[in-house]
């Protein structure tokens, strides 16, 4: 086939529930391409000789070489191709925001429509996993060094399966009772299957990761205490940014309004929506407003109307233009019935003499001039308040860095925000301690977490086996 005719091809749509079933159910929303769609869509692609879609992978990915591989139908071959720089290729496949990455740089996309990217790399990890194909590999002559990874999300799982390989031993501490991070506590089961995240952890268990679950590093335990007490020669800190942020409005602490973070893990980590045959309750409320334009306040929306609420608002205090969300979440709660209240702010919760809620006052608000950020600084219009009729109000406005582990390292240097000062291979201003993901970045995305583990996981790799002296990295990140 010449490249004219592959660009003939039209992008190929992945089958889905349909959106009144969903909007009721927990399952999977997207469906995943058959064997015989993905070598189709794998057929769009022209095989450029200067990828741009790979500039547009934060951990670049060799996507030429993998959809050539589907398009010969070399599925699992695909997979490893995929691995090779990205560990997560089956969650990333699911949840990267690909239209500003490297389906953003897609040269199919000047014209048309991109190759499907995402879709592609979900279907080959799929594959694998399905058929049971996933191999442990060999792993390096054991070298008697042990790491300490405190958090298992996305970087912590990257960088201890990283270094099983290179034969260090790790052991993951986790302050819940369950691995995975945000893939577990926060992303919805109808967006990330929590199957596949069990599957990635089984993966790092078989490699011979050791898992200290229910232990809060800070309270149970210290950093100091890992070196000192459990003999650990390295640190890896990747504790994510779990703290919610709040609108500190009148009546935010009313019954029937909720953190994002608490809703989320309530549903999705402790399984409310099975309740009652799960313990953990969870207010049902009948008309819902989520605050915020964001991944977590659509995974919020949506999960209120799974809930089996009347009608959800997303509340937001831009414009659809500037939301933060991927294409794909948005276009979903759309399609689900969610009513976007844009350009409008909240003032104030409104209670009954019971103490729960029964309105949010709402202002709305005008696009002025640009901000630090870039984007038109919402500025209110005077005197347009009216008030929502709701139930519950969820806050979905974002996350701040917790402080429970690091304040109880206090040569570890911070950031205004509490974020983690590291160098560019992830070392800290504590010897033998490295960190990556949200608890560096602030709150970011699964790939830069996982991307930012990589290169720590080499980082301590090297100095593990003694081919690098921290005393001659001057540390600065001013
Ligand atoms: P986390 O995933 O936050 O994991 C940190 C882990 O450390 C947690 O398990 C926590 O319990 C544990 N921990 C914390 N403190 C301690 C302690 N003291 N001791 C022991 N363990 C501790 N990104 C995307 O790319 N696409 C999306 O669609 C997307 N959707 C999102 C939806 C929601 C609801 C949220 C909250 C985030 C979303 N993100 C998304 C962002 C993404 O999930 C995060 O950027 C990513 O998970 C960060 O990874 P991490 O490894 O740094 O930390
Ligand atoms: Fe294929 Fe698009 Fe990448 Fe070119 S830019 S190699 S067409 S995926």
Same mark, same amino acid.
């Not at 000789?49 to 951990?59: A, D, H, L, R, S």
């Not at 407003?289 to 659509?298: C, L």
């Not at 409104?350 to 729960?356: A, N, S, T």
């Not at 984007?375 to 979905?396: A, F």
């Given at each position: ?65 993998? @959809?050539?591989?589907?398009? /010969? ?10 691995? /090779? ?13 690909? /239209? ?28 694998? *996993? ?8 060999? =792993?390096?002559?054991?070298? $008697? ?20 390989? =290179? ?69 890896? @800190? ?32 402790? =399984?409310?929506?099975? $309740? ?99 984007? *038109? ?77 990589? @290169? ?23």
């Amino acid at each position: 086939m010449d490249i004219k005719e592959r660009m003939k091809i039209e992008r190929h749509a992945m089958p889905e529930q349909p959106p009144a079933v969903r909007a009721r159910n927990f399952e999977e929303v997207p469906l995943g391409y058959s064997d015989e769609t993905a070598i189709m869509e794998a057929q769009r692609c022209i095989q450029c000789k200067k990828p741009f879609c790979m500039e547009g992978c934060p951990v670049s990915v060799k996507i030429p070489e993998f @959809i050539k591989l589907i398009r /010969e139908g070399e599925f699992v071959a695909a997979a490893r191709k995929i691995k /090779e720089t990205n560990a997560l290729p089956a969650v990333c496949g699911r949840v990267c925001p690909q /239209e500003a990455q490297c389906e953003g740089k897609c040269i199919l996309g000047k014209k048309g429509e991109p190759v499907a990217i995402g879709r592609l790399e979900r279907f080959c990890a799929d594959y694998e *996993r399905n058929h049971e194909l996933i191999t442990i590999p060999l =792993k390096e002559t054991t070298t $008697n060094r042990k790491v300490a990874v405190i958090g298992s999300g996305p970087a912590g799982l990257t960088v201890a399966g990283d270094l099983l390989l =290179k034969g260090h031993d790790v052991t993951i501490y986790e302050a819940l009772h369950k691995p995975g991070g945000v893939l577990v506590y926060g992303i919805p089961e109808f967006r990330l299957p929590k199957s596949i995240v069990d599957s990635e952890v089984n993966y790092l268990c078989q490699l011979g990761a050791r898992l200290e679950l229910n232990t809060v590093v800070g309270t149970a335990i210290s950093v100091d205490d890992l070196f000192n007490v459990y003999g650990f020669h390295a640190v890896f @800190i990747a504790v994510g940014a779990g703290l919610p942020k709040f609108l500190n409005i009148e009546g935010e602490n009313l019954c029937g309004v909720y953190s994002a973070n608490e809703y989320l893990t309530r549903v999705n980590l402790m =399984k409310a929506y099975k $309740n009652p045959t799960f313990d953990t309750p969870v207010f049902r409320g009948r008309r819902v407003a989520v605050v915020g334009g964001g991944n977590v306040a659509m995974d919020c929306l949506r999960t209120a109307m799974r809930l089996g609420a009347e009608k959800v608002f997303c509340v937001y205090r831009r414009a659809m233009e500037q939301m933060p969300a991927r294409a794909e979440e948005i276009h979903h709660a759309k399609e689900e019935g969610i009513e976007f209240h844009l350009l409008r702010n909240p003032t104030r919760v409104l209670g009954d003499e019971r103490g729960w809620v029964r309105g949010m006052e709402v202002v709305k608000m005008e696009l002025g001039e640009p901000d630090d950020s870039g984007r *038109r600084r919402p500025v209110e219009v005077e005197g347009s308040q009216y008030v929502l009729d709701v139930d519950t109000v969820i806050v979905g406005i974002g996350s701040d860095a917790n402080p429970l582990l690091t304040s109880t390292m206090p040569d570890l240097k911070l950031n205004r925000w509490g974020n983690i000062k590291t160098d560019y291979e992830g070392r800290t201003s504590v010897k033998g301690v490295w960190a990556a993901g949200d608890i560096v970045t602030g709150a970011a995305t699964v790939i830069l977490a996982a991307g930012a583990g990589k @290169i720590c996981a080499q980082s301590i790799h090297e100095y593990l086996n003694g081919n690098d002296d921290w005393n001659v990295h001057s540390f600065s990140t001013e």
